[in-house]
């Protein structure tokens, strides 16, 4: 199976940059992601070098550093351990199941997991078939795996062709799946909302990205 030993340090930096986007400012930020999460981050990570000047400039100084060294680590990562848990610029998760699972799992029983939110707090269900199909695929190949997580838009497009990429891209939640910031959250810092997305504590990893306990 692919290393795991990556999970702390990977969930801790996509804590930093989830946290990013539902601040209530950076809405346009959070439609990039979800477009072109590689752009969006390569390009975060420039710091007040790029186009994200604005954003960041906007928060304290030390906290605009947490993100930005968050992005250049997801960049590093990406590079360096494409296979670890969480690793890339999509950071979809390794599979839950066994081998011998795996191999029976058909996209309809997945479909069936995906609204049951195994996917913890991303909207995998929001697509559904698309999401089974990707998923099962990349969990059963994992150089179609690296190279979803290191080339996105591209390895969406040679998994379901060019015009359901675009679909699932144009979405409402695009191909990082980030919900809106829940209401009941709405009060809180960007580092609060950090630790939420980041507790270990407080959440489980059953497949997904961030599962949150109830």
Known sequence: MPATSSLPSSRENWAQIFAFAWLESNQDFSKELRRDPKETIIELAKGTSGKYKPLLDSLESDTADL??????????????????????????????????LLKELNEGDLEKLLDRGIE????????????????????????????????????????????????????EYGIIPLPNRPRGLGTLTIEDLADFLGDQDNADHLGGIFLVAT
């Open 67 to 100: 993100v930005v060294d968050a992005a250049n680590e997801i960049k590093k990562k990406t590079d360096d351990t494409p296979l670890a848990a969480y690793s890339g610029y999509l950071p979809i998760p390794n599979s839950p199941f066994r081998e011998e």
């Open 120 to 171: 913890g707090i991303l909207q995998f269900q929001e697509k559904k078939e698309l999401w089974a199909e990707i998923l099962l695929r990349v969990w059963r190949n994992s150089d179609e795996l690296k190279k979803i997580r290191q080339e996105p838009l591209e390895g969406l497009s040679s998994l379901l062709g060019e015009q359901q990429a675009r679909e699932l891209q144009d979405s």
